[in-house]
């Protein structure tokens, strides 16, 4: 009998490949994809269209995990205004909770505890006061929560969960997050999300509404 071994990484790379593109709109063929144990953290590139991650091979939790957060930041082309970072990261945290559950290779009360896990590390860097988001709140998560590289999981996780109904009732919602990059920088929140709708194709600005809606009321 011959014994066939199969790459579990291109298994779950092509599905995912596939559910992003259709979901952004987005092109990834451009973007190399590797796996570096030495690199402390995932990272994309997008100057040099590359994708570094550090996963076990032999858990497919973790690699669906680190490359839909990834992915999610490669569907921007440019890099987003520094005070939308925390929104570009709470989408990347909503994506690696979203679409893992959706592939066929996956077995989603299994990543469900997996993702659990893996953020019960993450505490918020302060308490979110409320959502729809203050002006207080909304500063500090700007500013990146006073982390090096807008890395508070634990609070883009809450913003994420209230955008998690919006990702399962509008099929455009994820079409988008790649127009982030079009808001000009240097302005208030309210200009941002009013440039975004702009920048975005006219059948789904309704999304960009929806989303400041829930976010900011």
């Known amino acids: 009998m011959v014994s066939i071994k199969i790459n579990i990484f291109q298994l779950l790379y092509s599905e995912l490949i596939h559910v992003f593109e259709n979901s952004f709109s987005a092109d990834f063929s451009d973007y190399s994809i590797s796996n570096e144990a030495c690199n402390h953290a995932p990272v994309t ?18 690699i669906v995990f680190q490359l839909s957060h990834e992915l999610c930041h ?15 990261e709470s989408f990347a ?3 690696s909770f979203f679409f893992p559950l959706r592939l066929k290779n996956i077995v989603v009360s299994k990543y469900k505890l997996y993702f659990q896990s893996s953020l019960a590390a993450c505490k918020p860097c302060f308490p979110l006061s409320a959502i729809p988001l203050i ?24 913003v994420a969960q209230v955008m998690l109904p919006l990702a399962e009732k509008y099929n455009d919602f994820w079409k988008v997050v790649p ?6 920088r240097n ?12 920048s975005v194709p006219s059948d ?4 960009v509404v929806i989303i400041k809606s829930a976010l900011l009321g």
Not at 136 to 156: E, Q, R, V, W
Not at 179 to 184: E, G, M, Q, R, V
Not at 204 to 207: K, M, Y
Request: include cysteine; aromatic fraction near 12%; charged fraction near 20%.
């Open 45 to 62: 590139y997008r100057h040099s269209k590359t994708i570094v991650l550090n996963y076990d091979p032999d858990c497919v939790n973790q």
């Open 74 to 88: 490669a569907s921007i082309p440019s890099d987003v205004p520094s005070n939308l970072r925390w929104l570009e």
């Open 93 to 95: 945290v909503l994506s």
């Open 135 to 158: 002006d207080g709140d909304l500063s500090l998560l700007a500013s990146g929560s006073g982390t090096n590289n807008y890395n508070d999981y634990g609070n883009y996780w809450k």
């Open 179 to 184: 127009y982030l990059c079009k808001i000009p």
């Open 187 to 198: 302005l208030s929140l309210k200009e941002s999300f009013q440039m975004w709708q702009l």
């Open 204 to 207: 789904i600005g309704d999304i």
